[in-house]
């Protein structure tokens, strides 16, 4: 919640001093800035709610780690989703390059946030988080989870 506080107050911030000046907005024609838009916001909608279902139905299953679903590429989808296609969406609606950039400050601030979270995740799980950890990005997918995603979707489907 922090985080999204954070990230909405950086991106109004930039947007006021891109009226300040004098910036050029995205060269692209409205219809597609609209699209790229549309396009990010879907993508977190159903990062959003394809991470949340997947806390839920572990939930019932007692308390356990979860890795499956989007956590099987990233720790934190929920919290990428904000991160990466909120300040997307906000800079393709406004045409604004400053906010687009701010994606790495943004970025930085996220993981300063997430270490107290992820030291309770490490205290409570141990080693299973420790190696789930280490291959897993926090907000970006690691090469290794994409592969190890890959190759469990061809072993369901060749079964």
Same mark, same amino acid.
């Given at each position: 919640?922090?985080? /999204? ?11 006021? &001093?891109?009226?300040?000046?004098a910036l050029p907005?995205?060269d +692209? *024609? ?10 990010? =916001? +879907? @993508? %977190? ?5 394809w991470?949340?279902?997947s &806390? @839920?139905?572990?939930? /019932? @299953? =007692?308390?356990q780690?979860?890795?499956t679903?989007?956590?099987?590429l990233?720790?934190?989808p929920m919290?990428? %989703?904000v991160l990466w296609? =909120?300040?997307a969406? /906000?800079a393709?609606g ?11 400050? &943004?970025?930085l601030?996220?993981v300063? &946030?997430?270490?107290?979270?992820? %030291?309770?995740l490490? %205290? ?6 420790? *190696?789930?950890s280490? @291959?897993t990005g926090?907000f970006f997918?690691?090469w290794?989870?994409?592969?190890? /995603?890959i ?7 060749s079964?």
């Open positions: 919640m922090l985080g /999204t506080a954070i990230s909405v107050a950086l991106w109004l911030l930039l947007l006021y &001093l891109q009226s300040w000046i907005e995205f +692209i *024609a409205p219809g597609w800035r609209w699209f790229f838009g549309l396009l990010f =916001g +879907i @993508d %977190a909608l159903v990062a959003i709610i991470a949340h279902r &806390l @839920d139905h572990r939930r /019932t @299953d =007692g308390e780690l979860v890795v679903g989007p956590y099987a990233l720790r934190h919290y990428a %989703a296609n =909120g300040t969406v /906000t393709f406004l045409g604004s390059w400053l906010v687009l950039v701010a994606v790495v400050p &943004l970025h601030i996220w300063w &946030l997430v270490r107290l979270e992820e %030291a309770q490490a %205290a409570r799980y141990g080693a299973a988080y420790e *190696a789930y280490a @291959d926090q997918p690691r290794e989870s994409l592969k190890k /995603t190759r469990a979707g061809r072993s369901k489907n079964e």
